[in-house]
């Protein structure tokens, strides 16, 4: 089999498990997981075969694996689809694959397969817990999710939209795979409907994204509009893009621009960047694999993913680069902010993710590619490690909210936490490496790796403003990383609930494991050659292989201290600082960092539900329904009816009864009854007036023959 | 006028004058009488026609049998011994324009015929009717089935009328 | 050297006055005695026919005799017929005997 038919091959798993799930299986749980966990690695092993297929090949930028077929007709050509694996394809599709696997695996344990159904669980509400006699002695156990099938049919859902997403060659498919996973995205987030925040934060991530997409629509539309085709390998070649970057366009920009900016908007939507960033915290109302997936997996990369594609399209324009320079770099900054006041463990790691994605962005717009590219992959496998060990606290937090029996405490709660580490020993020290990867610790994590490319490129190219607010925003994610850390795992237990934490299953404690080995470990792929004493020893693999992506390959910047210097500083003094700081604190009280304005986000959910929500909604309720529908429309149909009323009693009084009732249909049987009387008189009864009758009539039938001549 | 014709003539006179007053008298004992002698003159045409089995079977049967039963149907349908009221219906007038009419149209019809004035042929010697007659009336390749079928008929009557005048008391 | 037309005319003659009789009288048991001499006319016409034509040929004086059969019948079971509704309704006169109406 070759290699590009196993690349279509690639989401098949998935999509097979959605409909068997949902079709066949949904009564077991067993069957469930083993259709979705089994579609996950079937997946994962395709795409390892691939990748390392794709590994052997020399200059696969200039031969990538490429398979497409004629799909619509448009006049006189095809538009075409199909897939392409390129080195970016191919590193992408490495940390895809077995992110969604680790995922897969996790929401096993996560979502308590094996224990007893709850004591008064509802499809719609997370579990509360099941109370299970043992030894004569009653104690709550957690519970069984109810929708267990349902969770795993989602997630197949949602891995088939991002392969299909990273397998695909051209921007229609990738597009139908961003919305695929638009739509996953709200069915997982809103996976608890029974909650009204859930509904509420599906509804808000759905739409926001929405917003973002119908900019990328109609950057496609125009895309194919100017250019005639949607195939990426067709976009980039040097007369096409030439092309486009010489026609103007509207505000100064050149179509090449101006498509790239639209594009970008989309990304914005998808990777809640400034201004499209209000879906992601309430998005934590989803279960924590679907945060994972979500926000570090998948979607939120699947964003950047989108821009990375389209780097020889975006690079042509200054203009959009310094658009999305700006807003990526505003992002980092603005979400770090807020993140620093959060309590909920999840929300911090949601505006962390924001943050770190506008890392990426602020690369891509500084025309770092490798290092935007090398960071996705990174702060794929930390951030997934990140929030499936958060998960993982959480699990272990309700066991004791389950033994104390008191459901006001919140168990996502920081404060609420603390010496986790030695109740909870694999997950504190997975939890660390992730933490101590997104600050940057130097050398032993990849962070350090990425997130050190990022500020020499950017450094390298003079964009120093860039430079200083990412320095800036990575020592407060060190900081609040730390800070959270601390809250969660040392000191003492704060609570009763957190004294009774359990680790938990190995189902979930695997995955964590594997991804801290990645966590660890990838960023050596990537070492820079000039970077003192560890450059050159490994060869910057990662630079080669997925520079090849690019019809130029990305030059190996010169080395330069400051950049090393910066981030060494940010990283260990942000650390340093949060342990410091907050080894001491115990309550939000004691915490001076608890600013209004930063704990309710800088209060755009309020500005945007002022300016477009509650307008939205006026105009839905008030003027749509009450005025056009019910008045204006309603109103004809309710002329309409009296009107055929009056119109069918008329016909009824005036035509019906008396004419075609009295006159016709009463009047001919009375002239028929008449005429039959006076007829009767005619059958007299009496022999001799019949014969005279007949003899009458035989004598006038003779006269008349024989007057014709007829007789002889 | 030759010996025949006179013969005839009064024959024929005397039987349309006795039809007459079979139909104009008012009392019906005497219309039943006068229709006796009206049978009587019909007889003696036929005498006149060489029919003389005819001529004996009309007197038998017609006047011995037939017109003796209208006496006696007379008689059983009297209310009291004398006739009430007139013997003519109300429209007796369209009844005799009628018979007048059926009267002219079949002479004018006879008109139109050329056998109209034939004469008698001599019967040939040695041809006695009656046997052949007999003979007529019994063969098989003559006319045995109308013969058997009228005595069929005769005895459909005769069970009919018993049946039908049956006093029931 | 009677000639046929006679005959004929004889019997028409006989045969309307016989007619006359049956539309005319109120008796119900005349009018029988009307059709009785219809069919007499009728059977001088046969005589007449049959000596006339061919004197062989016995078929006029066969359909004569059966004429007389069916008369004969006719006449009794017409006067069964008067004697029996006479005895229902009791009365003869033709144009009371009516009840064959609507």
Same mark, same amino acid.
């Given at each position: 089999m070759t290699t590009e038919t196993l690349i279509w091959l690639i989401p098949l798993p998935p999509i097979l498990a959605f409909f068997l799930i949902v079709l066949? !299986?949904?009564?077991?749980k067993t069957l469930s997981h083993t259709v979705g966990v089994g579609a996950a690695f079937l997946s994962w092993v395709v795409s390892m075969f691939v990748f390392v297929r794709a590994l052997g090949v020399e200059h696969l930028g200039e031969e990538p694996f490429t398979s497409s077929i004629n799909w619509l007709p448009t006049g006189n050509t095809w538009l075409k689809i199909g897939v392409l694996i390129d080195p970016l394809g191919a590193a992408v599709l490495f940390f895809v694959s077995i992110t969604i696997l680790m995922i897969f695996l996790y929401s096993v344990g996560y979502h308590n397969f094996g224990q007893p159904a709850g004591d008064h669980d509802r499809k719609g509400l997370p579990p509360h817990g099941a109370t299970v006699e043992e030894h004569g002695h009653k104690h709550v156990v957690p519970s069984v999710e109810p929708m267990y099938s349902r969770f795993f049919a989602f997630l197949a859902l949602f891995a088939f939209g991002m392969y299909v997403l990273v397998v695909s060659d051209n921007l229609l498919t990738m597009f139908v795979g961003w919305e695929i996973m638009g739509l996953c995205s709200y069915l997982l987030i809103g996976f608890w409907y029974g909650k009204e925040s859930a509904r509420n934060a599906a509804i808000k991530a759905f739409m926001t994204t929405r917003i973002g997409d119908v900019f990328m629509l109609l950057g496609i539309a125009f895309l194919y509009s100017a250019t005639g085709t949607l195939t990426f390998r067709e976009i980039f070649r040097e007369e096409t893009l030439h092309a486009l970057a010489s026609v103007p366009s509207i505000w100064g920009f050149s179509t090449a621009g101006i498509i790239a900016l639209l594009l970008f908007i989309g990304t914005v939507g998808k990777s809640a960047q400034f201004p499209l960033h209000v879906w992601l915290p309430d998005?934590?109302?989803?279960?924590t694999p679907v945060s994972a997936m979500i926000h570090a997996a998948t979607m939120v990369s699947a964003g950047v993913y989108a821009v990375i594609r389209m780097f020889p399209l975006l690079s042509l324009d200054p203009k959009t680069m310094s658009v999305v320079a700006f807003i990526g770099a505003f992002t980092a900054l603005f979400a770090a902010t807020i993140a620093v006041a959060q309590n909920d463990i999840k929300r911090v790691l949601a505006y962390s993710t924001i943050s770190q994605l506008g890392f990426m962005i602020a690369a891509l717009g500084v025309g770092a590619y490798i290092a935007a590219v090398f960071h996705l992959i990174t702060h794929a496998f930390f951030k997934a490690l990140l929030f499936l060990g958060s998960g993982s606290v959480i699990h272990g937090m309700e066991h004791g909210v389950l033994h104390t029996g008191n459901h006001d405490v919140d168990p996502q709660d920081m404060f609420n936490m603390g010496g986790l580490k030695n109740k909870m020993p694999i997950t504190f020290w997975t939890f660390l490496i992730g933490g101590f990867a997104l600050s940057g610790f130097p050398i032993i994590t990849a962070g350090f790796w990425s997130k050190d490319e990022i500020f020499a490129d950017a450094f390298a190219n003079g964009h120093i403003v860039v430079f200083i607010t990412l320095a800036t925003a990575a020592f407060l994610t060190a900081f609040y990383t730390m800070r959270q850390i601390t809250l969660t795992f040392l000191g003492e237990p704060r609570t009763k609930e957190a004294e009774h934490a359990q680790e938990t299953p190995w189902t979930m404690t695997t995955p964590l494991v594997i991804l801290a080995f990645f966590a660890v470990t990838?960023?050596?792929?990537?070492?820079?050659?000039?970077?003192?004493?560890?450059?050159?020893?490994?060869?910057n693999w990662f630079h080669e292989f997925v520079g090849g992506t690019l019809a130029e390959h990305p030059e190996v910047i010169e080395f330069s201290w400051i950049p090393l210097l910066t981030s060494l500083v940010v990283a260990l003094g942000g650390l340093t600082l949060g342990y410091f700081v907050y080894r001491n604190v115990n309550s939000p009280a004691e915490?001076?960092?608890?600013?209004p304005v930063l704990k309710n986000k800088w209060y755009f959910d309020e500005i945007y539900d002022f300016l477009f929500v509650k307008p939205a909604t006026w105009f839905a309720e !008030?003027?749509?329904?009450?005025?056009?529908?019910?008045?204006v429309i309603d109103g004809v149909l309710h002329i309409f009816g009296p009107i055929t009323q009056g119109l069918g009693t008329i016909i009824r009084n005036y035509i019906d009864l008396p004419i075609i009732n009295r006159l016709i249909g009463d009047g001919s049987a009375d002239v028929t009854y008449w005429f039959g009387g006076k007829l009767r008189a005619v059958q007299t009864g009496r022999v001799q007036q019949y014969l005279i009758f007949a003899l009458v009539t035989f004598v006038a039938i003779g006269a008349v023959l024989f007057a014709f001549g007829l007789l002889a | 006028m030759t010996g025949e014709q006179i013969i005839f003539l009064v024959v024929a006179l005397f039987t349309l004058g006795s039809g007459f007053m079979v139909v104009t008298t008012g009392n019906l004992v005497h219309a039943a009488l006068w229709l006796v002698s009206t049978l009587f003159g019909v007889a003696v045409t036929y005498a006149l026609l060489n029919a003389s089995f005819l001529a004996v079977v009309q007197v038998v049967v017609?006047?011995?049998?037939i017109a003796i039963l209208f006496i006696f149907a007379v008689m059983l349908t009297r209310k009291d011994m004398r006739d009430q009221g007139p013997q003519m219906n109300k429209n007796w007038w369209i009844g005799a324009l009628l018979a007048v009419m059926t009267f002219g149209g079949l002479v004018a019809l006879l008109q139109g015929w050329s056998g109209l004035s034939k004469t008698v042929s001599a019967i040939p010697t040695g041809f006695d009717a009656v046997t052949e007659l007999g003979t007529e009336l019994v063969s098989p390749a003559g006319y045995v089935l109308p013969f058997e079928v009228a005595s069929v008929l005769l005895v459909a009557a005769l069970v009919g009328a018993v049946y039908v005048a049956f006093n029931r008391k | 050297m009677v000639p046929l037309s006679w005959y004929l005319i004889f019997a028409a003659a006989l045969f309307s006055i016989g007619l006359f009789g049956v539309l005319s009288r109120r008796n119900a048991v005349a009018i029988l005695l009307g059709i009785e001499l219809m069919l007499n006319a009728v059977n001088i016409n046969l005589a007449a026919f049959w000596r006339y034509g061919n004197v062989m040929d016995m078929t006029g004086q066969v359909f004569a005799i059966i004429v007389f059969a069916v008369a004969a019948a006719e006449v009794s079971v017409g006067l069964a017929l008067v004697i029996s509704v006479y005895r229902r309704r009791n009365t003869v006169v033709a144009d009371e005997i009516d009840m064959m109406k609507w």
């Open positions: 066949l !299986t949904n009564k077991s998005a934590m109302e989803g279960p990838y960023g050596w792929v990537g070492i820079p050659e000039h970077f003192p004493a560890l450059g050159g020893l490994v060869p915490d001076r960092l608890q600013i !008030t003027f749509v329904y009450k005025w056009m529908d019910k008045g | 017609y006047i011995g049998a | -």
